[in-house]
């Protein structure tokens, strides 16, 4: 993949787009801090705790950003590896924004959209298991319901690229699925300390 100036700063326009701390701004007006609130995440799940269409608004940012990062800046169609990088970049602003002091949140739904730009097939198959598994895990009350399911659909993503994909689509999605895991060792923690 080239790293000539016009591909740098698009990557650095991704990071800046994943920067956008939908969640904060859906919490406006509010009162709450949802970065002191809650899990402290500024995220869908932890914004759900407190109001359902402030939750749908930042859902729909979040995984607005990770669409528009690659498909307004990557031009689909072109360079698959561009396409990824630029997934990465948006990603990466989401969960260290600098207007959160580096901090931010956990990726889901910003490479969730990502994934639709890039495979929009294999995108629609992850996202119905996501919200089959999302709705089941919260009507049997399982713990940490939104990261299995979430990380499931990212493991679902990496086999089928492993099956239908090319090699480094595989490994890129695999390096995705670990950088989302990361994000989400303190779920893990909750799920092995419970």
């Not at 920067?19 to 801090?33: H, L, N, Y």
């Not at 939104?146 to 480094?168: H, Y």
């Not at 390096?175 to 989302?180: E, H, Q």
Request: hydrophobic letters at 50%; one cysteine or more.
């Amino acid at each position: 993949m080239p790293l000539d100036q016009t591909v740098l700063i698009r990557l650095a326009a991704c990071f800046l787009l994943g920067s956008i701390p939908f969640a904060v701004i859906a919490m406006q007006g509010t009162g709450i801090d949802i970065l002191q609130a809650g899990s402290k995440n500024p995220g869908f799940n932890n914004v759900l705790r407190f109001s359902k269409w402030r939750a749908v608004a930042t859902l729909m940012g979040d995984l607005g950003k990770g669409y528009a990062a690659v498909w307004l800046i990557g031009q689909p169609g072109g360079n698959f590896s561009l396409g990824w990088a630029y997934g990465f970049a948006v990603v990466l602003g989401h969960c260290y924004s600098p207007w959160l002091k580096f901090k931010g949140g956990k990726g889901i739904a910003t490479s969730a959209g990502v994934m639709l730009v890039l495979y929009p097939a294999w995108a629609a198959i992850c996202l119905t298991y996501f919200t089959v598994l999302r709705v089941r895990g919260s009507k049997r009350r399982w713990l940490e319901a939104g990261t299995i399911a979430s990380l499931s659909s990212w493991l679902l993503f990496t086999a089928l690229m492993a099956a239908f994909g090319s090699r480094q689509d595989t490994v890129n999605s695999a390096v995705m699925t670990a950088l989302l895991s990361w994000r989400h060792r303190s779920n893990f923690r909750i799920l092995v300390n419970r």
